[in-house]
């Protein structure tokens, strides 16, 4: 066994460890909905406990998945813990099929709760903008962030975060939306929720047109009464 592998051997044994017995405010938002009010949601799911890098079982809502890279396992305690070897980066895919209605405009969020290390502050989301696929970009909001010692194992970040993409158009039935994350080395991944949520359309310039005249026309027709009833 080369020095090279055995260092790995170590750090993974070491990682496991600390993803085992590290985390201590497991399965629990500081914040539950950030998005307001949730009877407006279109879609949602949440995942508070983990089956491996690949999961298509949301333990709230459906039509959901993940798929993180190579490098990401599964802890003892049900979270996601990226080894970070030679400071490598993980990059976590996320996927909501939408149930909504075409036509229907809403706002996509993406939140997490970490443990140890933290996400990079952008994340996009893979969106049909008109006719094409474009790579929305999003800044991280942090709601709430600790240090924390862990068990002897060193002390990392406790953090809560979301980023929100806002007046997103459904343009076909079912269709598929796409978020991307990247993990720093050393991350834990304890919760992860996935919302769209119904937001009032913004009318376009030539709707103002229309109204502008529809107003204009409405105010013409009352001063042409009153001037009928004085005359």
């Known amino acids: 066994m080369t020095l090279t592998t055995k260092l790995s051997a170590l750090a993974f044994v070491a990682s496991a460890s600390f993803s085992a017995s590290a985390f201590a405010i497991d399965n629990v938002w500081f914040d539950a909905n950030p998005w307001g009010d949730i009877s407006n949601t279109i879609d949602y799911a949440e995942w508070d ?34 080894i970070g070897l030679n400071d490598a980066t993980a990059n976590y895919n ?25 996400y990079k502050d952008i994340a996009t989301l893979d969106a049909i903008v ?8 999003a800044s991280k909001i942090i709601q709430y962030h600790a240090i924390e010692e862990f068990e002897g194992m060193g ?23 796409s978020f991307n994350a990247t993990a720093n080395p050393h991350v834990g991944l304890d919760q992860l929720a996935l919302a769209t949520i ?12 229309m109204m502008a005249i529809g107003l204009g026309i409405i105010g013409l027709m009352g001063t042409r009464s009153r001037r009928k009833n004085l005359g």
């Open 155 to 177: 002390s990392g970040y406790v953090q809560e975060a979301y980023w929100v993409w806002n007046n997103i158009a459904i343009t076909e039935e079912n269709q598929r939306f």
């Open 198 to 209: 119904a937001v009032a359309a913004v009318p376009e310039p030539s709707t103002y047109g």
């Open 94 to 118: 996320f996927i909501l099929t939408s149930s909504g209605n075409v036509g229907d405009v809403f706002d996509a969020y993406l939140k997490v709760k970490t443990n140890g290390s933290i």
């Open 130 to 137: 008109n006719g094409q696929v474009v790579k929305l970009e």
């Open 49 to 82: 406990t983990f089956i491996g890098r690949r999961d298509a079982f949301p333990k709230l809502g459906g039509n959901a998945s993940i798929n993180a890279s190579a490098g990401v396992f599964k802890t003892s305690t049900g979270n996601l813990y990226h």
